[in-house]
């Protein structure tokens, strides 16, 4: 080999950053190193039988996968081994030198300094590798890629300060070693009983034994002495259960099992919120184990953040990330699906035409579906409501996604109105629909920039007036799920800044006759009005959605609203232009006062209420230089 010299290299600076917090942020949960440094070992073990379906020269002529932890009291070391499929020196290179999630640094930007926060939310992003560093001081990886010569070894080692050093090395067996130099005070980890204890506790139920050596008890050990030393050999027995957790019949598993399986397959801290495990018989076979986690990750809303489902075929691991089996909207969960139908050399392009995958994907929505209306049905100790601020805004992509299940999902949704005014998204359409008089056909809605501007919206003060519930939509999202939800339990959606307003049977026939008459009457101050504002307008008619504002502005039934427009705006999109109707107030003494203007004062009047009605609508005025010089002219009039 050309390279055999000691090389130092530089961590990548988010790595210095990450192992700088975690170190000290993770102080109380420092045993978690064990659980990470398992499951990476379980994973490499999967990787390679994954491998070795199509070439299984990779096993070396060894097939009995297994994990291993030694320790030396003495020399204060912990080492895990696997026989997995092993680091080439590039690999190690990326894998234990950067970290290539996509959004690391503005995560690790965004962080308060508060230790107490910010080991919560590592816990999110999750630590893997690098967490052994909260118990060593010292890190070394002896590596070798299965089925590569004995030479091909690598040794990785770092004291987490910001450098790390590689050297070939020559390794007989495959796989990786990972020696844990610990810190003084972290000693008390070289211990069989305490080592033994945090396998049972946090890696029992991973596919693969967990070996530590034998105990022995002090007479054997005499016993043994001359023998031991003659061939060296460790005897090692396994520690774990070794089976995989989601094999087993559920009435076998506890809570506590069930949850350190998620810690495992998540590589999050926190507990899941819940989780659902079933077995489906019948044309299709698969087991599922579903997980809604507690927190939402640091790359929820990243688009390309990994997502998915462990994904086994027959009990071997075939990938991570299996995004097919659950649209977006359900990305947050987490979870294995083990399936007797697919193929075990099924590929990621396979996966996208497979009609057993897309039918499975059938299967697992609707379960999830199912956990979320249950947990919201019971919402015991407020989970939902937990669930909904962390996730809600994904869910809300749900109606535009999967419109099979929009039903549903509508079910599921939480919203802010105008019922109590905390702004709380807690409010569901069956609770609004309950409190809606029967003859209510719709269910009515503004959207703003946030809750406050949608309650003084002035497009719902005639609600107010009779008491028709509103939901008050201030979410980004919001407008653009509207547009894919209909309606719900036969009621209709309608946008209150939209259209011609239809109060439908709440209003009657003497109201509607009242409006009549207001509307002959103003009809010449409509068209003064129009004359005025023509090029900005599509029209102007009296309004019977005001009772305080002097005016408002409303789009038509089908056109894109305020809060869309800006949205699609800001992303850079031409919008096509469309002109809004101004509603006036013909009761406001507003109004009044403008009909008995002329010349310019008219003008300069009617192009303030213009621009007041935009503002109060939650939209932008276009030339705002020209409304406040307009109204400081009245103020000048008015003061003198
Ligand atoms: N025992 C091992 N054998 C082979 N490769 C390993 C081993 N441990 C780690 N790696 C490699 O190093 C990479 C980084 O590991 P790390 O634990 O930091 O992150 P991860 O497991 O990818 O992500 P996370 O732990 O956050 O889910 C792994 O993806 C894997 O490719």
Redesign the pocket.
Known sequence: MSDTVKETLGFQAEVKQLLHLMIHSLYSNKEIFLR?LV???S??LDKLRFRALADDILYEGDESLRIRIDYDKDAGTVTIS?N????DRE?VIA??GTIAKSGTAEFLANLSGDQKKDAGLIGQF?????SGFIVADRVTVL?RKAGMPADAGVKWESAGDGEFTLEPQTQDSRG?T?VLHLKSEEKEFADAWRLKSLVKKYSDHIAFPVEMPVEKSPADDEEDKTERSADEAVAYESVNAATALWTLPKSEISDDEYKSFYKHIS?DFSDPLTWSHNKVEGKLEYTSLLYLPTRAPFDLYNREAPRGLKLYVQRVFIMDDAEQFLPLYLRFAKGVVDSNDLSLNVSRELLQNDKAVESMRGGLTKRILDMLTKLAKDNKDDEYSKFWKEFGRVLKEGPAEDYANREKIAKLLRFSSTHDDSGAESVTLDDYLERARSEQKKIYYVTAESYKAGLHSPHIEIFRKKGIEVLVMHDRIDEWMMSHLNEYAEHTFQDVAKGKLDLGDVETEEDKKKQEEVEKQVEPLLTRIKDVLKDDVEAVRVTHRLTDSPACLVVAEHDMGVQMRKIMEAAGQAMPESKPTLEINPEHPLLKRLEQQSGERFDDLTRILLDQATLAGGDQLKDPGDYVSRLNRLIVELAG
């Open positions: 990470e499951s990476n070992a994973d490499a696997d997995g499929i092993g680091m690999e894998n234990l999750g630590v893997g590798f690098y590596t990786t990972i590589h």
